[in-house]
Structures are given as structure tokens and as C-alpha cells.
């Protein structure tokens, strides 16, 4: 009985606070007495445990990036992890080697230009290096195919066969073919055949033609108001045609009447006073004109003639008069009114 009563007398000091508890009389502990003395020995123990203690070490810059390296170089010598793989550059695919590898095209080529069919040698096409025809089917580039395995090019091919006849003979295009031929020439970029071309009469022609429509710097306005108006009085009297008066003429000066013609002379005579008197603009709706050049008033006619049916516009035109505006003296305007009959319908 002393032996309990010891055993109470000494109890279970609490858990990890080391607070003693006292056992109540209902509840008391029985322990061995090797297991109570191991008890109180780790309590006393634990209570006299020193706490860690924590040491900051501040390094300079270079410190922390040479540790950052060597981390880096001892993270390199691992072996790498299943998990780790892939997650660096990617590898290149074999299937990507391949496809760098130029296409081999067959000696003889179908060509679907537009959905005009055309067959010729891969040597025909590849006749200048410096063309895009040479570098579509030079192996490096992806060419589309169409039901029947033709090669696909999205152009107009009614002009294609000229192409192909230049680059396998050298022949060049009818003339009135070389206009058209001269644009595809420049889309596929043929320079052999558009030096030749633009020795040819049509275009030469229309270089000499520029150079004299150069000299009058409102001519492409001036056509562009003569569609202008006559797309308006069309609309506002739902008419069939449209009439406009337009003047043109090639000196400035005016003409004296015919029974005065030796006043011409004079023209180069005039102060600046008096040839204010002349400026003069006559009651037309359009006037082209002055110029200095070889050409007269019909050769300006015909080219706006032409280049209003460039633009889709029928035109006629036909000299209705002269302008009779009395200047000074014997002096009268003279310069030649056209009018110009512009059919929509």
C-alpha cells in the first residue's frame, strides 16, 4: 500500500509544458518506477535545452552570383530526372529535316494557271534564274496542287502560253497582245522579256505619248472631271448620254479676227500691263491647254479620246465653234470648243 501511495505522491508531470498536474483521487497513474525516472529525467532534460541560435551573413554581389554558379554547375553534373525532360529547348523533329530538304519536281510539269492547263519542261521554266516561275519551282518553295495533281498557279492564264513561247523560242506576242503580255511579264518578274517588249512600237509609242501628256501638268484631273460631270447631268436628267463643251488649245495667246492678221506680230511685243488684258478663261467646262510641243490640238483630242476608253467611258467629239469673247481692240479669244458626247448606255 506505501508502494501506491508513493506512486501518487509523485504523479505524471504534464506534457510538453512542464506543468505538474495533481492526480485527481479517481484517476491515478500507475507507472513502473524505471519508466517515471526516465520521465523526469527528459523533462529536466528539455527544460535546460539551449535554443538554436540563427546567423545572418551579408555577401557581396559577387559572392551570391559565384554560389548561384557553382549551385547551377553542381544542378548540370545530375543525372536528369524522367520528369525533367522535354522541359529545355525543343529537339528538332526528324520529320522537319526532311522537309528542308528541296522538293524534287518531275522532268515534265502540268500547270493549272487560272484553270487553263499547260504542260511543259521543268527546264523551260527554269530558263532564267532571276524569275519567280525559276524560283516557284526551283524546290524550296510549297506549291499548291489541284484535283488532278496539276501545279496551281492563281493567275489569269489566258496570256500564260506567251509567257511559255518566250521562254522556250524567244518569241514575243502579237501586238495587240503586248500590253497584256507586258503586265503578266512584270508579275512573274521575266526582265529578258520585258527589255524586249518595251522595244516594241506599242510601248514605245506610249512613252513618247507620256512624255508629251507630261506637259500638261491637270490632264488626268481634267478626265476625271470630264467623267464627273457627265455621270451627273446623266443622273439629273435620266438621260442616255451626257453633252459637255470642252476647250483646247495650244497657245495662250489669242487669235486676232482674220481681217486683222498682221496683229499677230505683235503678240511678243506686249508689256505685262497689256497682257493682263488678255487673260481670258473661256465659258466652257473644261479647257486643256496651253502646251509647247510638236503636236496639235487633234493628236490631245485622240489621247483623251483613248484614255476615256481606258476608263470604261464611251466618248465622241466634235468642234462645235470657237469662243468669240471680245478682249480689247481687234482682239477676240478663237480658241476651238468641242463638244463631247459621252454615251452610259
Known sequence: MQQNGASSSNGC????????????????????????????????????????????VFSAASDVDKASDAVAEEESRKPASPASVGRGKPHRCPLDAVQEQEFTFPEVISLNVGGSHFTTRLSTLRRHDDTMLAAMFSGRHHIPRDADGRFFIDRDGAYFGDILNFLREGELPHRERIRAVYR??????????????????PLTGEKVRQAFLDLLPYYKD??????????????????????????????ETPITPYERPLFNSLRFERSEGEAKLFEHHCEVDVSFGPWEAVADVYDLLHCIVGDLSELGVTAEQQCIGVCDKHLVNHYYCKRPIYEFKITWW
Open 13 to 56: 508531470e504534464g506534457g510538453g509544458d512542464g506543468e505538474r498536474h495533481s492526480p485527481s483521487p479517481s484517476r491515478s497513474l500507475l507507472l513502473p518506477a524505471a519508466a517515471t525516472t526516465r520521465v523526469r529525467r527528459f523533462i529536466q532534460e528539455r527544460r535546460t535545452l539551449p535554443l538554436p541560435k540563427v546567423m545572418v
Open 222 to 251: 481634267n478626265l476625271e472631271r470630264i467623267v464627273e460631270i457627265a455621270k451627273l447631268r446623266a443622273t439629273q436628267k435620266k438621260a442616255r448620254f451626257a453633252k459637255l463643251k470642252v476647250c483646247v488649245y495650244k497657245e
Open 184 to 201: 503578266e511579264a512584270q508579275y512573274y518578274s521575266i526582265a529578258p522579256l520585258l527589255e524586249r517588249l518595251e522595244d516594241t512600237q
